[in-house]
């Protein structure tokens, strides 16, 4: 296996972390992370050497969700949001009801603000290195924070959740 | 104290605790003074404490096979040997198995073929049989048909004794195939080939062939071609068939 090959492999990972957030099922995360790697390999040409290379195949898989986004049609392709994925049981009965909350709450937000939001919370990435990653300016990453922070807190506060659940409904 | 005005992002820098030290002090001693501020700062460090919390296990989950593959399969060399491997066992089996190396195939008898020689190739598999497993059984029929460009279905053959192991995906004459693997009690492995059929085929009734050991009933069923192969007893081998055949025609 040749170095880029191995480099790839290291981020698979967090590549599928930040997709399980993103789509909220792991098969459609999954499907999001092949199509990535493919993506990667066939563009590697375009990754400069010593650049990050975990930011950049954020790039990637951002192009690649916004195109299946944008591309969902009916057909023998398979749609990104199927039926909800059952989640691995890793938490306790207690816990349950809150990660319910807080996957419910990701999926209100628009596609645009949960990637910066899980990019700068989830994967740590500083804000120019999410602006990089999605191709916008830093002021628009931190607009798309404030918003997606904003209400995600207001949804799990319970302060107008059935005024937005309705309204996504 | 003479500094700028904390600003949004500021209340972000702090949250992600990305702020320069003097920044940072400064920013702490406006929330003091702000209690609605400073609620909606715990609030947000508390989504990321419960986001990385959340999703921290999808890091040790082990990768799925048909994403640490597909890195590997790339390898110009990898793929050569498989090319070979595929190529060699191919003439291997047909010139063995039949003894019909001279005659010519025609399509309609080499796909068939084709999908004995994936029975032979992957069945005797211990640790890679299939790509995807029957635990993601719905994965794997979006995936296939997808590839195949046709909706499939899998069988369910636990009334005959066997269940689903997985599937994969293969090459066949124009494009993709697919194969689902099914096994005994006792690891007596059968797979069902299917592919998308050429325009001009027409649909037949059960037709078999007998290739050395391994046995395979095929037929043609609207656009999909299906060839289901074993080395068990042709009795057997035509029991499954049908059952394949009226669980994809209810």
Known sequence: MNEHERLIEQHIPRLRRYARALTGEREAADDLVQDTLERAWAKRHLWRR?????????????????????????????????????????????????????????????????????????????????????????GTVMSRLSRARERLRRVSSGQPESAILKVVK | ?????????????????????????EVEAYLAGHPEESERVVAYRRQN??????????????VPQRL???????????????????????????WHLHGLQAERRTEATAWPHRAAIAHVVYSPEVRHPVEVGADQEKHLVNWLSKR?????????????????????????ERGPAAQFMYQDARGQRLTLYVRVNPEDSRETAFRFAQERNVGVFYWIDRKLGYALSGEI???????????????LNP
């Open chain 2, 148 to 172: 195949l460009g046709a909706p499939l279905r899998i069988p369910h053959l636990g009334d005959l004794g066997y269940a689903l192991v997985g599937g994969r995906l293969l090459p066949d």
């Open chain 2, 233 to 247: 007893g042709k009795d057997e081998l035509l029991r499954v068939a049908t059952a394949v055949y009226r669980q």
């Open chain 2, 49 to 62: 404490e419960a986001l990385r919390a959340r999703y921290a296990p999808v890091l040790e989950e082990p």
């Open chain 2, 1 to 25: 104290m003479s500094q700028l005005p904390v600003t949004e992002s500021d209340l972000h820098g702090y949250v992600d605790g990305v702020l320069p030290e003097a920044r940072r002090a």
């Open chain 1, 50 to 138: 010593g650049s990050d290379l975990r930011a950049w195949l954020f790039t990637v898989m951002h192009n690649v969700f916004i195109n299946q986004v944008r591309g969902r049609r009916p057909g023998p392709h398979v749609a990104l949001d199927g039926e909800a994925m059952e989640l691995p049981e890793r938490a306790v009965q207690a816990d349950r009801l809150e990660i319910r909350d807080l996957e419910a709450a990701l999926k209100l937000l628009p596609g645009e603000q949960r990637e910066v939001l899980l990019l700068v919370a989830l994967e740590e990435l500083s804000y120019q290195e999410t602006a990089d990653a999605l191709g916008i300016p830093v």
């Open chain 2, 68 to 94: 640490a593959a597909r890195v590997e399969r790339r390898q110009p060399v990898l793929r050569y040997a498989a090319i070979v491997a595929w190529v060699t066992l191919g003439g291997v089996a047909g």
